[in-house]
C-alpha cells in the first residue's frame, strides 16, 4: 500500500556531502513520522535521524551537528543532509515511515525502503 523510493546514496570521500531523498507513495492518509536507520555488517540497525510531523527531530549522537533530517508534507518526502562524512558512516541507509493508510485510517504501519549505500572512502 505504500512504496517507499530512495535516492542518493554513493561514494564520496571523507569530509564530503551526501543528501538521502525518500519519497513515499501509495493510498496515505497521513504519515506519523520519518526516519532513516543504517546497518553494516555485523552490527545493529540504528536510527540516525526522525522527524515527526509538527517537525520534531531526533538524532544518534554519533551524527550530531553533522546530519540535518527534513521533510517535505506536501511531496511525502524525507531527506538526510549528510556532512561532514566520515568512513564510520559507510552503510546501507534505510527510509522509515509510520504512516496510516485511506483505507483504514485510525491504524498505522511502519514501511521500509530499499535500502541506499553510502560509501565514504577515508
Known amino acids: 500500500q505504500v512504496q517507499l523510493v530512495e535516492s542518493g546514496g554513493g561514494l564520496v570521500q571523507a569530509g564530503g556531502s551526501l543528501r538521502l531523498s525518500c519519497a513515499a507513495s501509495g493510498s496515505i492518509f497521513s504519515i506519523n513520522a520519518m526516519g532513516w536507520y543504517r546497518q553494516t555488517p555485523g552490527k545493529q540497525r540504528e536510527l540516525v535521524a526522525s522527524i515527526t510531523s509538527d517537525g520534531s527531530t531526533r538524532y544518534a549522537e554519533s551524527v550530531k551537528g553533522r546530519f540535518t533530517i527534513s521533510r517535505d508534507n506536501a511531496k511525502n518526502t524525507v531527506y538526510l543532509q549528510m556532512n561532514s562524512l566520515k568512513p564510520e558512516d559507510t552503510a546501507v541507509y534505510y527510509c522509515?515511515?509510520?504512516?496510516?493508510?485511506?483505507?483504514?485510517?485510525?491504524?498505522?504501519?511502519?514501511?521500509w525502503g530499499q535500502g541506499t549505500q553510502v560509501t565514504v572512502s577515508s
Open positions: 522509515n515511515v509510520r504512516a496510516a493508510l485511506a483505507q483504514a485510517m485510525s491504524v498505522s504501519y511502519m514501511y
